[in-house]
């Protein structure tokens, strides 16, 4: 390699290495706003705002799912398997909205320290599987749990 | 080893010599792209299992991840295209780098809308300023960036270092968007291949999307082949070779 193109090359490569610290910097200064939800243990520590629109995030606690008989409000917990959160919300839930699933809720805390929710979103992850699958899975569980 | 490479690298340099390789490698690429994609779309649409949660609209999987990669890997050889063509001077590498921008930036496009698609059945929106979601929209609009860079110039140098500069500083964004599901929370799952850890799938689910993967890594060869032939075409119209293939047909 000649020397102008060593140094171009170097040249480069330090214009490349200078722009990922300084995004690197600015992503690491905004990292909690970049978070799409807080979590029940951020909620249950007071670093999520009172008052404010936020989102919350965690898993549905199995068997806490409370609907009213004459409307669409609906009352559950979610976990992040450290504190529980109540979260109240009226409307339609998305199809994925089950116990034991992800959800990311958009609303804010109420005086009682429950979420208040205006939106409900499912969350899922990459463990994708067919039918088949998942109730071989629930059976051999089931049976451990017999045994 | 490293003698052969660098001899395969100065000869790729020529672009008279590029295009003869290209023309030969062409028809191969498009039809194993051909036979890929074909093959895995039946297979993904008709005998690949549906999920457990989300049924059949889990399907549109293989169009979506098949498109991110691209989207990111497009990006990346663009860059190192740039960064050869401003270093070494190959103009072949500047077609290469200005042909690949169209096609990732239709990638790019492709993998968001099929996102949206997917994510208003199962999230239950079609958007949310999520970290992944939002670096991909970046992704894309640095690929309109390098596409009006590359025009904006009348020199064609000029343009081909202005948006190899941009594309390597954009560069940066690709780990962003890779990790941005492991750094943040996120709606976004996390990634469903990746190199070092078999995918979390059964093999009837991920092999479909292998092939499709494979053929979309295939299609944009082929496509990325033929547009830089026609810009090689077009720059090297005066030259004798490009005159004589004329006059031959």
């Not at chain 2, 494979?214 to 090297?236: A, P």
């Amino acid at each position: 390699m000649n020397p102008k193109r060593k140094k171009k090359l170097i040249l480069l490569s330090s214009m490349v290495a200078a722009v990922a610290v300084a995004v690197g910097l600015v992503l690491f200064a905004l990292s909690e706003n970049i978070n799409l939800f807080y979590t029940p243990t951020q909620i249950a520590q007071g670093e999520a705002p009172v008052g404010q629109r936020i989102r919350a995030g965690g898993m549905v606690v199995e068997g806490s799912i409370e609907r009213a008989r004459d409307s669409l409000d609906v009352q559950f917990a979610v976990t992040d398997y450290k504190h529980e959160v109540i979260v109240k919300y009226s409307g339609i839930l998305p199809d994925l909205f089950r116990e034991g699933q992800g959800i990311v809720a958009m609303g804010s805390m109420n005086d009682q320290g429950d979420f208040e929710a205006s939106e409900v979103l499912a969350k899922h992850d990459e463990n994708y599987m067919p039918p088949e699958v998942e109730a071989a899975l629930k059976a051999s569980a089931e049976t451990a749990a017999i045994e | 080893m490293w003698k052969t490479f660098v001899a395969w690298f100065h000869r790729m340099g020529s672009p008279k010599w590029f295009y003869d390789i290209t023309g030969r490698w062409i028809p191969w690429f498009a039809v194993a792209s051909a036979l890929l994609l074909i093959a895995g779309t039946v297979w993904a649409l008709a005998f690949a299992p549906e999920d457990y949660q989300q049924g059949n609209s889990f399907r549109i999987i293989y169009i979506h991840v098949p498109a991110a990669i691209l989207a990111q890997s497009i990006f990346f050889l663009m860059a190192m295209a740039g960064a050869v063509g401003l270093i070494w001077k190959m103009k072949v590498a500047d077609m290469v780098a200005k042909s690949c921008a169209p096609i990732g930036a239709s990638m790019t496009f492709i993998a968001l809308f099929t996102g949206a698609v997917w994510g208003k059945p199962t999230w239950g929106a079609w958007w949310v300023w999520d970290a992944r979601l939002t670096a991909m929209l970046i992704l894309l609009f640095l690929y309109f960036g390098v596409i009006a860079l590359q025009s904006a110039f009348d020199s064609k140098q000029s343009g081909a270092r202005a948006s190899a500069i941009l594309s390597l500083v954009g560069v940066v964004n690709i780990p962003i968007i890779k990790y941005s599901v492991e750094w943040w929370n996120t709606l976004h799952q996390p990634a469903t291949f990746t190199l070092t850890e078999k995918p979390a799938m059964p093999a009837e689910m991920w092999v479909p999307l292998l092939v499709m993967v494979i053929g979309f890594y295939c299609f944009f060869g082929t496509i990325l082949m033929m547009r830089t032939r026609n810009e090689i075409l077009e720059r090297e119209k005066r030259t004798h070779w490009v005159q004589g293939l004329l006059s031959k047909k």
